[in-house]
């Protein structure tokens, strides 16, 4: 598994804000809630939209393409078939003094 990386402070997404950052290759939203700070891979599982640029809605990350919605904390889409969960891959953060740190949960994009 990887190393926690710095991929911003804390002053740039301010509670309600989302950026895509670049973690050891690989594109990631980075999502500011009023329950915390969030990563999810930046590109929506059913067309390839940039997650990072819908909305936040309460803890979940709407693509602005189709309007699917995943949750923060576990990556599902609520609204998954029953028997075909459908999700995007949630990553690790961490907030050490001013510095937000992601550690991707898997190294490869399945």
Do not use: Q
């Not at 997404?13 to 809630?33: F, I, Q």
């Not at 609520?78 to 907030?95: A, K, W």
């Amino acid at each position: 598994m990887s190393e926690f990386e710095k991929v911003a402070d804390v002053a740039e997404l301010p509670v309600g804000s989302m950026k895509a950052y670049v973690v050891r290759g690989r594109k990631v939203a980075v999502c500011h809630t009023a329950h915390g700070f969030f990563a999810t891979d930046d590109t929506c599982p059913h067309r390839g939209g940039p997650l990072s640029e819908g909305d936040l809605l309460g803890d979940e990350i709407v693509c602005p393409w189709h309007l699917w919605s995943f949750r923060l904390d576990t990556g599902a889409n609520p609204n998954s078939p029953p028997g075909g969960e459908i999700r995007v891959c949630t990553h690790e953060v961490r907030v050490e003094g001013d510095a937000i740190l992601v550690r991707l949960t898997r190294e490869d994009n399945k």
